[in-house]
């Protein structure tokens, strides 16, 4: 058994969220989100439908400002007042795979895996090439390089995305459903992908889904947004969250409809 | 370090040599790295390497990307490599990408043969299109007859959007710039009859360069830019979204779904617009009249209403109906042509803009040519 659900006090966390609000406007999503994510872990962001898992995923990656509350990377704020440049240099430190892979359609994938090792590192030219092709071969596409994205199957799209996320080896890799429109053997491949890289680079994740079984088999935790209080009902790890007596968790991991619908 | 090596060099012995690294491999040194090792080997010309990785404290993927690119350096120096206590995860990435590629397809040679197949290719892609366009019209066609006997079958809502869309949202632009046309015309005109003394006949070559020639083309240009293209990226977008093929899967025919609404709407709006067109361009023309020629409005009006019949009019609408029909059709012909992609999309409707000018261009010379042998 793990220990507690890390804190900001367990020692340098990758990713801390303290009493974060957001919304859209008036519109507020999620109120007082707290949470921290410690080096090497896989942590899954669960909910239902509308409950704010993309909205909490752009407030990380600094898409959307928060209204309150603060963000940490490794100890320093990333968010309020952060000048364009400070964001640029945090952005280079996090990966993030789109739920629809977002490859750019007039890029080749392994134009697309070079864009941002040409565009934000110091890579010698010469090496772009190895480094493409290393990262394709990471996510299992070793010889796709020259295709187009639209002539890539859902789940190679998505492994196309790995990698460009994975292109710059950063700190800490966000997913958003990965294993979204994927039949169950390709999603299984995909948590399977997530656990390799995890394991043999040691990344930390922070993975949107709310599909089940890859919530067990890949988190080391897992957190538990509601709509109806706009915000963590239950964090912990996931073999625990299934044995919780919270009726709307008992729900989501029993496939059950939620008691107040 | 030796000399400002990023790296330290030691030799056991003659000839031999092992460079230790102390500093990260990584994104932002590798550069340094790559340039101080090549520096190295211009100076040493060492027989045989030793890279010793054991104080490395981290080695990320430009790193591996730097060993391997020290491994086909002495591949092709035949020097002898061997990495001393490399790390096994970065032992395990270094063989990913020491597999052999594969080769990259060559690009034949341009010779006259293949330029001959290539023209050839290109003829035969332009037949491709030309007859796919005859379909789509032939299409477009077949259901605008069908849907004149079964009325309700027509998307009324749909076809007075465009309507608004392309027709009374056009309206000031197209008075702008045909307005600007005419002042533009009648000034140059002014300038050379003047001498002549023969103020009048401003009057009468704008009138009928603008009833017969220049309303229509020019209308149909703004046309082609505004709608024609709009049309193309719409028509795209929805196929990139594979929205077209769900309402074929519906049961929709996409060219009375899609196509009709649009190009009705285009052949009502284009004539409208057109005869705006006519009256900004006079009225352009009147300005100048009145400011350069020392002509009153209503002489001039007079000498329009004295040589321009009926007919001058009357061919530019039937040209600019035309006009409008040929433009939208290229719109959506050029839309449900779209590929995959967003860029897709960007070459459809550009395509859709200059494909239709052609076309106006291309028709107005054969209108000339008709009006001419039936002397309208
Ligand atoms: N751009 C936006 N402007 C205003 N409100 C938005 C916007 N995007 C999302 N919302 C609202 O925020 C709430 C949370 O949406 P969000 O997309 O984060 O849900 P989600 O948990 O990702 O759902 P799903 O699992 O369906 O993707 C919803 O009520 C939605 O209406
Ligand atoms: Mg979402």
């Given at each position: 058994?793990?220990?507690?659900?890390?804190?900001?006090?367990?020692?340098?966390?990758?990713?801390?969220?303290?009493?974060?609000?957001?919304?859209?406007?008036?519109?507020?999503?999620?109120?007082?989100?707290?949470?921290?994510?410690?080096?090497?872990?896989i942590?899954t962001v669960l909910g239902g439908s509308g409950c704010g898992k993309s909205t909490l995923l752009k407030?990380?990656i600094?898409?959307?400002?928060?209204?309150?509350?603060?963000?940490?990377?490794?100890?320093?704020?990333?968010?309020?007042?952060?000048?364009?440049?400070?964001?640029?240099?945090?952005?280079?430190?996090?990966?993030v795979l789109f739920q629809s892979a977002a490859l750019?359609?007039?890029?080749?994938?392994?134009?697309?895996?070079?864009?941002?090792?040409?565009?934000?590192?110091?890579?010698?030219?010469?090496?772009?090439?190895?480094?493409?092709?290393?990262?394709?071969?990471?996510v299992?596409?070793?010889?796709?390089?020259?295709?187009?994205p639209?002539?890539l199957s859902g789940g190679m799209k998505k492994r196309a995305g790995l990698?460009r996320a994975?292109?710059?080896?950063?700190?800490?890799l966000f997913c958003d459903e990965p294993s979204s429109g994927l039949d169950p053997v390709t999603s299984a491949e995909m948590d399977q992908l997530l656990?390799?890289?995890?394991?043999?680079?040691?990344?930390?994740m922070v993975v949107i889904t709310h599909d089940l079984p890859s919530i067990m088999t890949i988190s080391?935790?897992s957190?538990m947004l509601?709509?109806?209080?706009?915000?963590?009902?239950?964090?912990?790890?996931?073999?625990?969250?299934?044995?919780?007596?919270?009726?709307?968790?008992?729900?989501f991991?029993?496939r059950?409809?939620?008691?107040?619908? | 370090?030796?000399?400002?090596?990023?790296?330290?060099?030691?030799?056991?012995?003659?000839?031999?040599?092992?460079?230790?690294?102390?500093?990260?491999?990584?994104?932002?040194?590798?550069?340094?790295?790559?340039?101080?090792?090549?520096?190295?080997?211009?100076?040493?010309?060492?027989?045989?390497?030793?890279?010793?990785?054991?104080?490395?404290?981290?080695?990320?993927?430009?790193?591996?990307?730097?060993?391997?690119?020290?491994?086909?350096?002495?591949?092709?120096?035949?020097?002898?490599?061997?990495?001393?206590?490399?790390?096994?995860?970065?032992?395990?990435?270094?063989?990913?990408?020491?597999?052999?590629?594969?080769?990259?397809?060559?690009?034949?040679?341009?010779?006259?043969?293949?330029?001959?197949?290539?023209?050839?290719?290109?003829?035969?892609?332009?037949?491709?299109?030309?007859?796919?366009?005859?379909?789509?019209?032939?299409?477009?066609?077949?259901?605008?007859?069908?849907?004149?006997?079964?009325?309700?079958?027509?998307?009324?809502?749909?076809?007075?959007?465009?309507?608004?869309?392309?027709?009374?949202?056009?309206?000031?632009?197209?008075?702008?710039?045909?307005?600007?046309?005419?002042?533009?015309?009648?000034?140059?005109?002014?300038?050379?009859?003047?001498?002549?003394?023969?103020?009048?006949?401003?009057?009468?070559?704008?009138?009928?360069?603008?009833?017969?020639?220049?309303?229509?083309?020019?209308?149909?240009?703004?046309?082609?830019?505004?709608?024609?293209?709009?049309?193309?990226?719409?028509?795209?977008?929805?196929?990139?979204n594979e929205?077209?093929?769900?309402?074929?899967?519906?049961?929709?025919?996409?060219?009375?779904?899609?196509?009709?609404?649009?190009?009705?709407?285009?052949?009502?709006?284009?004539?409208?617009?057109?005869?705006?067109?006519?009256?900004?361009?006079?009225?352009?023309?009147?300005?100048?009249?009145?400011?350069?020629?020392?002509?009153?409005?209503?002489?001039?009006?007079?000498?329009?209403?004295?040589?321009?019949?009926?007919?001058?009019?009357?061919?530019?609408?039937?040209?600019?109906?035309?006009?409008?029909?040929?433009?939208?059709?290229?719109?959506?012909?050029?839309?449900?042509?779209?590929?995959?992609?967003?860029?897709?999309?960007?070459?459809?409707?550009?395509?859709?803009?200059?494909?239709?000018?052609?076309?106006?261009?291309?028709?107005?010379?054969?209108?000339?040519?008709?009006?001419?042998?039936?002397?309208?």
């Amino acid at each position: 058994m793990k220990k507690d659900f890390p804190d900001s006090s367990s020692g340098t966390p990758v990713l801390c969220l303290e009493k974060l609000t957001i919304g859209y406007g008036d519109n507020v999503v999620l109120k007082d989100v707290d949470f921290c994510v410690n080096p090497g872990d896989i942590v899954t962001v669960l909910g239902g439908s509308g409950c704010g898992k993309s909205t909490l995923l752009k407030a990380m990656i600094g898409l959307l400002p928060p209204t309150k509350g603060r963000i940490f990377l490794r100890g320093e704020e990333i968010s309020g007042n952060v000048s364009g440049r400070a964001l640029a240099e945090t952005r280079k430190r996090i990966g993030v795979l789109f739920q629809s892979a977002a490859l750019i359609g007039s890029l080749t994938i392994a134009e697309n895996v070079a864009l941002p090792i040409i565009e934000f590192s110091k890579a010698p030219p010469k090496m772009v090439h190895d480094i493409v092709r290393l990262k394709l071969e990471m996510v299992k596409l070793g010889g796709f390089g020259d295709y187009f994205p639209s002539d890539l199957s859902g789940g190679m799209k998505k492994r196309a995305g790995l990698a460009r996320a994975m292109a710059l080896d950063p700190e800490i890799l966000f997913c958003d459903e990965p294993s979204s429109g994927l039949d169950p053997v390709t999603s299984a491949e995909m948590d399977q992908l997530l656990l390799e890289l995890n394991e043999s680079l040691g990344i930390t994740m922070v993975v949107i889904t709310h599909d089940l079984p890859s919530i067990m088999t890949i988190s080391d935790w897992s957190i538990m947004l509601d709509r109806s209080v706009r915000g963590i009902i239950a964090k912990g790890p996931p073999d625990e969250l299934q044995k919780s007596p919270d009726p709307r968790v008992h729900a989501f991991f029993h496939r059950q409809p939620t008691p107040e619908d | 370090m030796e000399g400002g090596l990023p790296f330290e060099v030691r030799r056991p012995s003659a000839g031999e040599y092992i460079l230790v690294f102390n500093a990260p491999l990584s994104y932002d040194n590798a550069g340094a790295v790559w340039e101080g090792l090549n520096h190295f080997l211009r100076e040493e010309n060492p027989s045989s390497l030793v890279v010793d990785l054991s104080a490395t404290p981290r080695i990320d993927s430009a790193g591996i990307a730097l060993l391997r690119a020290i491994q086909r350096i002495c591949e092709r120096r035949r020097l002898e490599l061997r990495f001393e206590s490399i790390p096994p995860s970065a032992l395990h990435f270094l063989t990913l990408i020491e597999k052999k590629e594969p080769p990259a397809p060559e690009k034949p040679p341009l010779t006259t043969a293949r330029l001959i197949t290539l023209l050839g290719f290109l003829v035969l892609h332009a037949w491709d299109e030309v007859v796919g366009f005859y379909r789509f019209c032939r299409e477009f066609i077949v259901y605008s007859i069908r849907d004149l006997h079964h009325t309700r079958r027509f998307r009324w809502n749909e076809m007075l959007y465009y309507l608004q869309l392309t027709g009374a949202n056009a309206m000031s632009i197209v008075f702008l710039l045909s307005f600007l046309l005419g002042l533009v015309m009648a000034f140059q005109a002014a300038v050379q009859l003047r001498q002549f003394g023969a103020n009048i006949y401003v009057a009468d070559l704008l009138s009928l360069a603008i009833t017969r020639e220049l309303a229509p083309v020019f209308t149909a240009i703004i046309v082609a830019g505004r709608s024609g293209s709009a049309f193309a990226a719409e028509i795209g977008t929805m196929k990139v979204n594979e929205e077209l093929d769900a309402l074929e899967v519906m049961g929709f025919n996409l060219a009375e779904f899609i196509t009709m609404p649009k190009v009705i709407a285009l052949m009502i709006a284009g004539p409208l617009l057109t005869m705006w067109a006519n009256f900004s361009g006079i009225m352009g023309g009147i300005v100048v009249g009145i400011f350069t020629l020392d002509l009153t409005a209503y002489g001039f009006m007079a000498e329009i209403f004295s040589v321009l019949s009926m007919k001058d009019i009357i061919t530019g609408l039937i040209k600019s109906e035309i006009f409008a029909m040929l433009v939208g059709l290229i719109g959506c012909f050029r839309g449900f042509e779209t590929g995959t992609g967003a860029d897709s999309v960007g070459r459809q409707t550009t395509s859709a803009v200059v494909s239709g000018i052609f076309a106006i261009i291309f028709a107005d010379a054969i209108f000339t040519v008709i009006f001419h042998y039936l002397g309208w």
